[in-house]
């Protein structure tokens, strides 16, 4: 019996009115519902616990939106006594701590974090621009010791969980900073720029080419449809690249993440740079 099916047996809702898919996040469990009345959705919420017992609170996700892409989490039921939304997720051995109704989680990553910590070197200097909570961070850090990770953050609440996460990791090779990464100035420059932010991330390489050393490696994010996924991002790093004097050297990959919408997908392409010398 799926789960959806237990959830109908046991809270006697429509299998309709019920969501195909939950994100487990720690122990709260978050879900889209369609078409369901509060009521019915606690019904639905109170099964979930039932069925789940590490399971200690239910959210609906309501939107994810804005430039800090905040999500709109409410709680529906809580076995705690407060309603509780601060939780700590752990993913390949990383622990990442914060608010559901704060702080997006996309699990839908977890593949695309595990292939990124495989590229790093030892010694590396790493730039997350849009560190978030940590997500790229934590794992490159905790994967190569010896590289050091400047992770930037310009949402005060984010930011605040990435420095707990970069404490509960024991991590001694990442350098927290609050701020918006097209102002920060760093003492040395990158070996490496990530950059996992979307939509719009083209507008930010200026920036990445500015914390770049004269050879170095970007992995850049966004968002295209379908039809461009193969030739958009090549044509917007090469673009790029020559205004701020560098050429791409090789393409170290390009890879579809996960469909984001109808024919559009989050598509990482990581690139080699070198500056050019006239």
Sequence with gaps: MSLKEKISEISGIDKEKIPGSWQIIGDIALAKFLNASNMEKKKMAK???????KIRTVCSIERIGGEL?????????????LKKTQTIHTENGIKFALDVSKVMFSKGNVAERARLVSHIRPGEKVVDMFAGIGYFT??????????KVYA?????????????????NELQNVVPIKGDC?????????DRVLMGYFPGTE???????????????IHYHNI???????????????????RAGYRITAIIGQRKVKSYAPRTSHVVIDAAFEKVIV
Aim: hydrophobic share 40%; glycine share 4%; aromatic share 6%.
């Design 47 to 53: 099964a979930l616990l039932e069925i789940l017992p």
């Design 69 to 81: 892409r905040s999500p709109d989490a409410r709680v529906i039921v809580s076995k705690a006594r």
């Design 138 to 147: 934590l794992g490159v850090a905790k994967a190569q010791p010896s590289a």
């Design 152 to 168: 930037i953050e310009k949402n005060p609440t984010a930011f605040r969980y990435l420095k707990k996460s970069v404490a509960l």
């Design 182 to 190: 097209r102002k920060v100035r760093l003492e040395e420059k990158a």
């Design 203 to 217: 507008k930010f390489l200026p920036y990445a080419f500015a914390l770049l050393k004269e050879r170095g490696i």
């Design 224 to 242: 295209y449809k379908d039809s461009e996924a193969l030739g958009k991002p090549l044509d917007e790093l090469e673009s790029e690249a020559k």
